[in-house]
């Protein structure tokens, strides 16, 4: 089954505040995660990564924090916009056949709505 | 650059009809990635290459093969096309080993009647 997942399907939130999209993952040895944002009818677009060596990382108005002890990771997204109206995917970075070749398994993904 | 361009955009197949979905980047990526994604879902790997003349499966391989002869082309084929492979299939190419950070095409939104 997946070993990344969402806490919540959906998120609105009023524009300029600030938003925090949550996500799960279940194997304790996953040491890299990725953010990206797919707006409708477009492919997935990189946000923003994190290693497991860190529990912080910061973007142009986002910030991903890891929680090791609890496998949890959440982005932060700061004076949300319209723009950025869309849904938001986790990843995890999966190694196969004993190498990492970039190969991700996604979460079914938060849809963040942005209220005017 | 264009990027990662996918073709067609929407296609409807008949049960059992064959078809390749086309994979072109520009960027000289040694890696790319086929994904398909269902609706409400996140996406899964189905077959991944690191370089021409070398691929090996992903997540949900059954059904698919790919070729990659050619640093900037990746091409999918369906043989036997079946009601489950209803689905959107996303392209995608990485220049470093291990990154997450992938670039993704448009997309291909394909039904199967």
């Known amino acids: 089954g997946e070993s990344v997942g969402l806490h919540l399907p959906t998120l609105s939130v009023q524009e300029g505040d600030n938003s925090i999209i949550n996500c799960a993952y279940s194997?304790?040895?996953?040491?890299?995660f990725i953010w990206y944002k797919q707006e409708s009818g477009k492919g997935p677009q990189f946000i923003i990564d994190i290693r497991s060596n860190m529990d912080k990382r910061q973007g142009q108005r986002v910030t991903v924090l890891l929680n090791k002890t609890v496998k949890h990771l959440s982005l932060q997204i700061a004076a949300t916009q319209p723009g950025d109206s869309a849904v938001y995917f986790c990843?995890?970075?999966?190694?196969?056949?004993?190498?990492?070749?970039?190969?991700?398994?996604f979460g079914k993904g938060t849809k963040l709505s942005v209220k005017p | 650059n264009a990027g990662v361009t996918q073709t067609p955009k929407f296609r409807i197949l008949k049960i059992g009809q064959s078809m390749t979905l086309q994979c072109t980047q520009d960027m000289n990526h040694n890696y790319m990635y086929w994904y398909r994604q269902d609706p409400g879902m996140g996406l899964k790997l189905i077959y991944y290459s690191v370089g021409a003349g070398i691929t090996d499966k992903g997540e949900v391989p059954n059904g698919y093969n790919v070729s990659r002869s050619t640093t900037e082309d990746f091409p999918l084929r369906l043989e036997l096309a079946a009601p489950s492979q209803t689905s959107v299939y996303f392209c995608?190419?990485?220049?470093?080993?291990?990154?997450?950070?992938?670039?993704f095409g448009p997309g291909t939104r394909l039904t199967v009647t």
């Open positions: 194997n304790s040895a996953s040491d890299y």
């Open positions: 990843a995890e970075n999966l190694s196969l056949n004993g190498g990492s070749q970039g190969n991700l398994i």
């Open positions: 995608a190419s990485s220049p470093l080993a291990g990154s997450g950070e992938q670039y």
